[in-house]
């Protein structure tokens, strides 16, 4: 491994997010950090100090970085990888934006008449592969602000989908006629499982998601119930795109815990078996991986 075999720092920065971890020679993760650092709070020419942050945080080690550091938005952009990927043709576009900090490409997808991004998670995705964790020919669903479901083949990320369910569900919150409905938690509640039932029952979500207002205001719903009946009907509408694709019955569902309890919450409620993984192990372990393979 070269520069890398006495240890190094990896970084998944997100939009909003970044989240640093010291890995020493022998792959273990000694230290972290995670603080509201995204890519949107750097302004333009500081990635150099940002990075110098991490490292003083830390430790003077080669950075591993992965998310949307590497897009448009970011410091320095690396280019998507086409459909299908594994983790080896990652590692041959990575991108390096110094000597010692190299910068993992993104996935892309062009099929079926559509159009499609990923990056970040397609570290989680091989990683959860590579640690024998995830199916190599699974389905897996990586619920986010962007949820995605992958369709695995052989190792790789054969064909995926977006889902922009997170985000609408912030956007709801933060600046529909909903938001006053939509402060409360979200609970794998009934509520949530009427919501989940009708959206598979019905495709009429803009319709529904406004009858979420008139129920409370009729009195045929509780106001505390709003928040998991909206998020139910948001991710039952998600899990219904996911369920057209052709796969097997078991789904992987990988990402932070309170994410992954809803949807796996949501796919049972259709009779189909959901495994929740750790997305910190698969990222780990996919970031591990890559590293072994930078000559």
């Given at each position: 491994?070269?520069k890398?075999a006495?240890g190094f720092?990896a970084v998944?920065?997100?939009?909003t997010?970044?989240r640093?971890?010291?890995?020493?020679g022998d792959?273990?993760c000694?230290?972290e950090f995670?603080?509201a650092?995204g890519?949107?709070a750097v302004q333009?020419?500081?990635?150099?100090d940002?990075?110098?942050e991490i490292?003083?945080?830390l430790?003077?080690?080669?950075?591993?970085?992965?998310g949307m550091v590497g897009?448009?938005?970011?410091?320095?952009?690396?280019p998507?990888?086409?459909?299908?990927v594994s983790?080896?043709?990652?590692?041959?576009?990575?991108?390096?934006?110094?000597d010692r900090?190299?910068?993992?490409?993104?996935v892309?997808?062009i099929?079926q008449?559509?159009?499609?991004?990923?990056?970040g998670e397609?570290?989680q995705?091989?990683?959860?592969?590579?640690?024998?964790?995830?199916?190599?020919?699974?389905?897996?669903?990586?619920?986010?602000?962007?949820?995605?479901?992958a369709?695995l083949?052989?190792?790789t990320?054969?064909?995926?989908?977006?889902?922009m369910t997170g985000?609408l569900?912030?956007?709801l919150?933060e600046?529909?006629?909903l938001?006053?409905?939509?402060?409360g938690?979200?609970e794998t509640?009934?509520?949530f499982?009427r919501g989940?039932?009708?959206?598979?029952?019905r495709?009429?979500?803009p319709a529904?998601?406004f009858?979420v207002r008139?129920?409370v205001l009729?009195g045929?719903a509780?106001?505390?119930?709003?928040?998991s009946?909206?998020s139910?009907?948001?991710?039952?509408?998600?899990?219904?795109?996911?369920?057209?694709?052709?796969a097997?019955?078991?789904i992987?569902v990988?990402?932070?815990p309170d994410l992954t309890?809803?949807?796996?919450?949501?796919?049972?409620e259709?009779?189909r078996?959901?495994i929740?993984i750790?997305?910190?192990?698969?990222?780990?372990?996919?970031?591990?991986?890559?590293?072994e393979?930078?000559s």
């Open positions: 491994m070269g890398w006495d720092i998944d920065w997100g939009t997010n970044r640093a971890y010291l890995i020493d792959g273990k000694v230290d995670e603080d650092k890519v949107l333009s020419g500081a990635f150099p940002a990075v110098a490292r003083q945080r430790a003077d080690k080669p950075l591993l970085l992965a897009s448009n938005r970011g410091w320095v952009e690396a998507y990888v086409p459909c299908p983790i080896e043709k990652l590692v041959d576009a990575l991108v390096w934006a110094g900090e190299a910068i993992v490409p993104g892309s997808y099929g008449g559509r159009a499609d991004v990923m990056r397609e570290v995705l091989l990683g959860g592969v590579a640690a024998g964790i995830v199916d190599p020919d699974g389905f897996v669903c990586h619920p986010g602000t962007h949820n995605k479901w369709l083949r052989h190792g990320i054969h064909i995926f989908g977006t889902v985000e569900f912030n956007l919150k600046h529909s006629i938001a006053d409905l939509l402060e938690p979200v509640n009934e509520a499982k989940v039932a009708h959206a598979m029952e495709e009429m979500l529904d998601l009858g008139a129920a009729l045929q509780s106001r505390d119930d709003a928040p009946y909206t139910g009907l948001l991710i039952g509408t998600d899990v219904r795109i996911g369920l057209t694709w052709p097997g019955a078991e992987g990988i990402g932070r309890r809803l949807y796996a919450a949501a796919i049972a259709t009779g078996q959901a929740e750790d997305g910190e192990r698969c990222f780990l372990a996919g970031i591990r991986k890559i590293a393979k930078i």
